[in-house]
């Protein structure tokens, strides 16, 4: 199932960041792609959309827009244990991003306030991908913390299924269940960049939040400055699963299928400095895909991204893990929770034998919307923050100047700035008369 690597005789000063493989999904092929792309989006706007869509998806779509009246059915043919399961993971998201939402603080000393505070951005575009798979739970991952934030107004744009001619109704319903406000069948990089620029139909954005393919990861890249670009790069799924002999052949096994099967151009990775664990979870592994329905899409990732490597213990299993910063980590291990703690470079962290990435990809509220392709090394999962600015008002008092402000003349003349200088010392000399307040005549 896997690809075998033995790190074992590695010595410590090698840079494991250069010698561990990846595949090569940001090339020039697709990223030349995609700038044409959002060049045919700039300039035809709407017949660009329906264009690429009719190209990549194969659906030919009379309107972009979803009328608000297909996502009410959507919600009303939910199965009840859909809905209920839905309704319980919007809850616990929301409970989790509640906690991120930062009252307004005012903060004095000595003649100087500020108060700072959270804005949310006037329009949030999300983008939550189709065509393998149908992803309700993205909707809810991505929209609930952008409303807990205040976005005035969310948007939303889904590919559309050729089976279906439009968006499946389990991501139309969780979209309502969210509270998005305009849903759109547009995928692909064309998505991101009618969101980031705007087009008859769809509105430009303030910050574009979402996970998609290698084509929607680089899109945003490539528009990030002239639009917010939530969280990190969030392209194809990744995990590592560091084992040991404690840990049961199958839970290991399917814990590195289960990212797999999103596809193609991800990571799915097994650690363990027990040979007899690699041999036992590649066979449990074999066994388990022979039952999986998405088995195509799991041997296309392992294929050219599933390793079961072999360390000399936990040490350098750790380091393996902050030098491939993997969006999903499990500690499947003795010490786990201890050797969380040293965990540098990693998404998101998924302690012992009962604690699957599965658990995160649903309901246990932190955004399963992670960074990806070695981006967990200076990023981490959307939340809140993604949606807001900082605020910050500074009122400064008279006295609060005659403290302060010969501290910014002394930098601001080190620096060559006379202005900046100047603008303190007008008011300085005021004080010193006495005359602080008044106007010059």
């Not at 839905?86 to 000595?110: K, L, S």
């Not at 302690?351 to 246990?364: M, R």
């Not at 008279?398 to 200088?421: I, K, M, S, T």
Request: hydrophobic residues 45%; aromatic residues 4%.
């Amino acid at each position: 199932m896997l690809n075998r690597l033995d790190l074992r005789d590695l010595d410590r000063t090698t840079d494991l960041a250069a010698v561990l493989p990846r595949p090569d999904i940001a090339g020039d092929e697709p990223r030349a792609t995609v700038r044409e792309i959002i060049a045919e989006v700039r300039e035809r706007g709407d017949k660009a959309l329906r264009q690429l869509t009719a190209r990549f998806d194969e659906v030919e779509l009379d309107a972009l827009e979803v009328p608000p009246g297909v996502l009410d059915a959507a919600v009303a043919s939910l199965a009840p244990e859909l809905r209920e399961a839905m309704e319980a993971a919007a809850e616990g998201i929301e409970t989790f991003h509640r906690h991120q939402v930062r009252p307004p603080e005012r903060i004095e000393r000595d003649g100087l306030t500020i108060v700072a505070s959270q804005r949310p951005v006037r329009r949030a575009g999300l983008y939550v991908p189709g065509g393998r798979a149908e992803y309700p739970s993205t909707v809810l991952m991505t929209a609930v913390p952008a409303r807990v934030a205040g976005v005035g107004e969310i948007v939303l744009c889904v590919p559309p299924s050729a089976d279906h001619g439009g968006i499946v109704p389990s991501v139309l319903a969780a979209a309502r269940l969210a509270g998005v406000d305009r849903v759109f069948a547009v995928g692909g990089a064309q998505a991101i960049a009618a969101m980031a620029y705007g087009t008859e139909s769809v509105p430009a954005v303030d910050v574009i939040a979402g996970p998609g393919n290698v084509y929607v990861a680089l899109a945003k890249q490539e528009v990030a400055g002239d639009v917010g670009i939530a969280a990190a790069f969030a392209g194809p799924s990744e995990v590592v699963v560091v084992a040991d002999d404690t840990t049961p052949a199958r839970y290991a096994a399917i814990d590195v299928i289960l990212q797999a099967e999103h596809g193609p151009d991800g990571l799915a990775w097994l650690v363990t400095w027990d040979e007899a664990v690699a041999d036992a979870v590649c066979r449990a592994g074999d066994e388990l895909l022979a039952e999986s329905p998405r088995a195509g899409e799991v041997r296309a990732t392992l294929s050219d991204g599933g390793y079961a490597a072999l360390v000399s213990g936990p040490d350098q299993a750790l380091a393996v893990v902050d030098a491939i910063a993997p969006e999903h980590l499990e500690l499947q291990c003795r010490d786990a929770a201890e050797l969380a703690q040293r965990v540098e470079n990693a998404g998101a962290i998924f302690c012992g034998n009962w604690s699957p990435a599965s658990v995160g990809d649903y309901v246990a509220g932190p955004s399963h919307v992670l960074p990806t392709f070695g981006s967990a090394r200076f990023a981490s999962a959307l939340t809140v923050a993604d949606f807001v600015k900082d605020h910050h008002v500074v009122t400064v008092e008279p006295d609060g100047l005659a403290r302060l402000g010969p501290h910014v003349v002394a930098l601001a003349n080190q620096e060559g700035l006379a202005a900046h200088a100047r603008s303190i010392e007008l008011r300085l000399d005021e004080l010193a008369g006495g005359t602080a307040g008044r106007s010059e005549p």
